[in-house]
């Protein structure tokens, strides 16, 4: 069974400054796709960044980056000149074809003026 | 393009009573996916739909919770009767179809609605 862990509840950043988030995973698979979705308050789940295994280049959206090491079942997410509408929990997240999306059990980013 | 939509947003029954949640997903979107998350944790996967059959309800209470997605569209998840330990936010969630080719593939992420938050008094 594919398994996602983020092993840091909560982390806190100073505005403007970088943080950089930890998941990692367990899979057999060899074609599947990795996610960053942040979560407000408001419950709304919002893709951040995704990152599909065959490529080796990392992705990059803006302030938002992502390590990738497939040998190392590792996915960390870089977030730089961190803003207050940044402050969320973030949930790294696992998808394969014809299976579930499965979730990390979520980092809570606080971001201090 | 129009989004997922859920109703209701939120709702408050008492326990032992019936609740409905209904999700209609993005046109197209072949996969569907209930999830329940309780405050301070992840979501975790109720039910996946692929068109209108079942492919993982393992995680379903089925003693209490039921869901349907008639005609590969609209979906409903149903919990009779509802106990305190189902205070929760409902998500629903769809998702393209998932190629074998990759070079076919457009956007493979899921697309979530606002969600149902129930309370259970």
């Known amino acids: 069974a594919q398994t996602v862990t983020q092993s840091q509840p909560e982390m806190s950043v100073q505005e403007a400054e970088t943080v950089t988030l930890s998941c990692t995973y367990d899979?057999?698979?060899?074609?599947?796709?990795l996610f960053w979705y942040k979560q407000p308050p408001s419950r709304q789940m919002i893709l951040v960044i995704r990152?599909?295994?065959?490529?080796?280049q990392n992705a990059t959206e803006n302030r938002f980056s992502v390590n990738f090491q497939k040998a190392a079942k590792s996915f960390s997410l870089k977030i730089s000149d961190s803003q207050l509408g940044d402050a969320a929990m973030y949930f790294c997240?696992?998808?394969?074809?014809?299976?579930?999306?499965?979730f990390g059990e979520g980092t809570q980013l606080t971001v201090n003026p | 393009e129009a989004g997922v939509a859920q109703s209701p947003r939120y709702k408050i029954i008492e326990k032992r009573q019936s609740v409905a949640f209904w999700c209609n997903p993005i046109?197209?979107?072949?996969?569907l996916y209930w999830y329940q998350q309780i405050l301070g944790q992840g979501p975790k996967l109720l039910i996946q739909?692929?068109?209108?059959?079942?492919?993982?309800d393992s995680q379903l209470p089925k003693d209490r919770f039921s869901a349907e997605r008639l005609k590969g569209v609209d979906s409903t998840l149903k919990i009779q009767p509802a106990k305190l330990e189902d205070s929760a936010v409902y998500l629903c969630?769809?998702?393209?179809?998932?190629?074998?080719?990759?070079?076919?593939?457009?956007?493979?992420?899921?697309?979530f609605g606002q969600g149902t938050r129930l309370t259970v008094v």
């Open positions: 969630a769809s998702r393209p179809f998932w190629f074998r080719d990759h070079r076919r593939r457009a956007n493979t992420e899921a697309f």
């Open positions: 899979t057999s698979e060899s074609d599947y796709y």
């Open positions: 990152q599909e295994a065959y490529k080796q």
């Open positions: 997240a696992y998808a394969t074809s014809g299976s579930r999306l499965t």
């Open positions: 046109s197209g979107h072949a996969t």
């Open positions: 739909f692929q068109n209108n059959g079942v492919v993982d």
